[in-house]
């Protein structure tokens, strides 16, 4: 008999039990992709060699590249999901062979021509790297701000001179994405062949390495030219739209690097448990004690939070681009916070052993090393907060939207297939605010676990409107500081929108998802990160979480919303 076709999400699964089958047990010592190995590569500053070439093996350029041109990529949450595999082991290959090659082809897919595009597509189906350049948005890293320019050259060539002081994968990528300004100031993208930093005696070179804190193996090269001819078929889209690509380009990237670096957080957790698992009942880090139990269940709540926003903005870079900046913003804002304060959580579990670097609670040190890392770059965190400044000005009152609220294939981590990426969409800013205004347009749970926090989350909304109103009228011009304090409520808002969206439209027949005990960990540690500590605590839901949290340390599953079978 004919087995019957795969559908998508069957097909997502067998790669992803593919490669976490081939990566095999971190904890093994046998492994040589084992805990050991990767922190042996880190310490030497390198990526693991047999970590390399499992990639090329697996073939994990083809997720970067979309189907009509040979890969596997299909939509934004799907591919965060096969490189949080990655990124559990370690996230500097998962930066390098990922989301560096993100970065690059993005900008290619949304404005490259069909020769560029074959050209990139056929470079990672290789298994080629790729290395990029973005210009600064305002309020971005003064690390990477330094500026590309070109000037007019001859034989309709242009001249490309300036220097980048941090680019991953410089020194070994096929090609290079460069934004470089014009004496008119207008941006444009270019992408250059990266054979011209290896050429003797061309007026290009390679700047000494730059050592960095985490995912120490990475290797972050700067570049410098003076003079260097580019062809005119380098240009990128039409000249002067450099921004304007970097900007569709955004919210795939300002979603896909925190989604992808749940991973790091779940071994942080795992290596955590294991630990507290380890410890007799009278030790203080033991699995008996309220500290550490609340400290292992507050975790795992914000590990499934931070899935639950990341999940609805992958989803809205393909269901509603017109309000996919701000929610690409609000996981790029939000996510980094919520995973290194949970981290520093469980570090007080560890206790001196947080700050090992070796055995087997070393692969926590690198995590809480390598999560800072991956909130930089053009579209970091500083840069997200001014989007959400920017959308709070403009629609001070988060309305719902002339079209309703949020569609429940947002919500959904196991949904058919969605309708294609539109680049060109993503720039658009559509009125109102299809998430956040679900707090108050949707009916209350009728679970007393979720209706108390909920409540908190509406009357939370109804107080940041009337904030952000008196603090961005129409008219105020460029708004200050006062603005800053509103975005860390609205990230928390969206986040529990989230949450409670995901919750709901799992349904009673949804296994763990379905189930109150989680939301209502996660709403009630929300209400107390605003401030507005709700009438009751989770009680019994937090017992029933911390169950689900030894279940799947013991079954070995992931600690996100997809309970992966995981190699340890």
């Known amino acids: 008999m004919t087995a019957p076709p795969l559908t998508d999400e069957s097909a997502l699964q067998q790669r992803i039990a593919g490669l976490e089958f081939g990566l095999g047990d971190l904890d093994d010592p046998g492994n040589p992709l084992g805990t050991r190995q990767f922190l042996a590569a880190d310490a030497a500053g390198r990526i693991l060699p047999a970590a ?8 994990l350029g083809a997720e970067v590249v ?118 008119a100031g207008r941006t444009s993208a270019f992408l250059v062949d990266g054979e ?18 985490g995912v120490r193996g990475c290797v972050v090269r700067g570049v410098e030219f003076r003079d260097l001819p580019l062809e005119p078929d380098a240009l990128v889209g039409e000249e002067g739209n450099g921004r304007l690509l970097a900007d569709r380009a955004f919210p795939v990237l300002r ?124 579209g970091g965190s500083a840069a997200s907060r001014r989007e959400l400044v920017r959308h709070l000005t403009r629609d001070p009152a ?47 749970p009728d679970h007393p676990e979720l209706a108390v926090p909920a409540r908190e989350l509406a009357a939370e909304l109804a107080d940041l409107r009337d904030a952000a109103t008196a603090a961005l009228p129409p008219g105020a011009g460029e708004p200050g500081l006062r603005a800053h304090a509103l975005v860390d409520r609205y990230a928390l808002l969206a986040a529990g929108a989230a949450a409670l969206g995901v919750w709901r439209h799992a349904g009673p027949d949804g296994g763990f998802l379905g189930d109150p005990a989680w939301a209502a960990v996660v709403l009630h540690r929300l209400v107390a990160r605003l401030g507005a500590a709700p009438e009751d605590g989770p009680g019994p839901a937090a017992e029933r979480l911390l169950d689900e949290l030894l279940h799947r340390f013991d079954d070995a599953r992931s600690y996100d919303l997809y309970a992966t079978a995981v190699g340890r």
């Open 52 to 59: 390399d070439r499992l990639a090329d093996e697996f073939g």
């Open 66 to 183: 979309p189907t009509a041109l040979g890969g596997r990529f299909t939509q934004l949450d799907a591919f965060a999901r096969v490189l949080r595999v990655i990124f559990r082991r370690d996230a500097a290959l998962g930066l390098g062979r990922g989301m560096t090659a993100l970065q690059t082809a993005a900008v290619v897919w949304a404005g490259g021509d069909e020769q560029q595009r074959r050209s990139v597509a056929e470079s990672l189906l290789a298994g080629g790297r790729l290395a990029c350049a973005y210009p600064a948005p305002d309020g971005g890293n003064a690390f990477l701000s330094n500026q590309l320019t070109v000037v007019p050259g001859p034989h309709g060539r242009r001249l490309l001179s300036g220097r980048k002081e941090a680019l991953n994968n410089a020194g070994e990528a096929g090609a290079l994405l460069l934004f470089a300004a014009d004496e």
């Open 196 to 213: 011209v930093l290896g050429a003797g005696g061309t007026p290009a070179r390679l700047l000494p390495r730059r050592v960095t804190s």
């Open 255 to 378: 979603v896909a690097g925190p989604a992808m670096a749940l991973g790091s957080a779940d071994t942080a957790l795992r290596t955590t448990v294991a630990f507290a698992r380890a410890h007799r009942a009278r030790s203080r880090a033991s699995l008996q004690t309220p500290r550490t139990r609340a400290a292992l269940v507050g975790a795992f709540a914000d590990l499934l939070l931070c899935d639950c926003l990341a999940l609805t903005a992958a989803r809205a870079v393909h269901l509603l681009p017109g309000h996919s900046q701000v929610l690409a913003a609000a996981v790029k804002y939000l996510l980094p916070t919520v995973l290194t304060d949970a981290l520093y959580d469980l570090s007080v579990v560890l206790g001196s052993e947080a700050h090992s670097d070796h055995g087997g609670h070393g692969a926590f040190r690198k995590s809480a090393r390598d999560l800072p890392m991956i909130g930089l770059g053009g």
């Open 398 to 444: 988060l309305r719902a939207p002339a079209a309703g609220c949020a569609p429940p294939e947002l919500f959904t981590p196991f949904g058919d297939r969605l309708p294609p990426l539109a680049s060109a969409a993503l720039t658009a800013r559509d009125p109102g605010d299809p998430l956040v205004a679900a707090l108050v347009t949707d009916a209350l």
